[in-house]
């Protein structure tokens, strides 16, 4: 802690970018800048992950009212996410490209 307080996820950010810039091991790093070896090592892992995880998604295209008859479609699941938009799912689906499309949808800004 500094100052008696926890840092952000932006100040880790900060300094796992420092470190990974620096021509320091990460361990001597934290040393230099009173920061725990582990903790730092943690939040550069976790980043990596979360960035390996975003690198993942599908791109999404949002089509308004795109003509067809949703009452002809054989629908067997419904999925109401929380931003109102729903989704469609057969029974047949891809579990993991079902969660990277709602993972893409619930993140995005639209």
């Known amino acids: 802690m500094r100052n008696g307080r926890k840092r952000t996820r932006a100040e880790w950010t900060k300094l796992v970018e420092e470190s990974q810039a620096s021509d320091l091991t990460q361990k001597a790093f934290a040393q230099r800048r009173g920061l725990s070896p582990t903790t730092l090592s943690w939040w550069a892992s976790r980043l990596r992950r979360e960035a390996q995880e975003q690198a993942s998604l599908v791109a999404v295209d949002i089509v308004e009212g795109s003509g067809e008859d949703t009452a002809t479609r054989t629908v067997d699941f419904r999925v109401e996410l929380a931003s109102g938009r729903t989704v469609l799912v057969p029974a047949a689906f891809d ?11 619930e993140s995005s800004a639209c």
């Open 95 to 105: 579990a993991a490209a079902l969660r990277r499309l709602v993972t893409a949808l």
